[in-house]
């Protein structure tokens, strides 16, 4: 399962700060090792897994990112 959910799990999101989101700190490759953690093993479950998220957040620019370095892997890899 995806570390996002794992963190939520563990901690709980009551000890954040108002406002906070867990994944504030993380980088585009923190989403995109998630993403393929999430996928294990199939490209467009690990793409899903972005989308979602940036449907969640579609102002941040990191998912963003990540989305699209993850489908160029994804299509050179098939």
């Not at 940036?54 to 990540?66: I, V």
Request: hydrophobic fraction near 40%; avoid cysteine; charged fraction near 30%.
């Amino acid at each position: 399962m995806g570390e996002m959910i794992d963190v939520a799990r563990k901690r709980g999101t009551a000890k954040l700060a108002q406002g906070t989101r867990i994944t504030d700190r993380w980088t585009k490759a923190d989403f995109m090792l998630d993403a393929l953690s999430y996928g294990q093993r199939s490209w467009p479950r690990s793409l899903r897994y972005l989308e979602t998220a940036m449907k969640a957040a579609p102002k941040d620019p990191r998912l963003r990112e990540a989305y699209d370095e993850l489908s160029a892997i994804a299509a050179s890899a098939m």
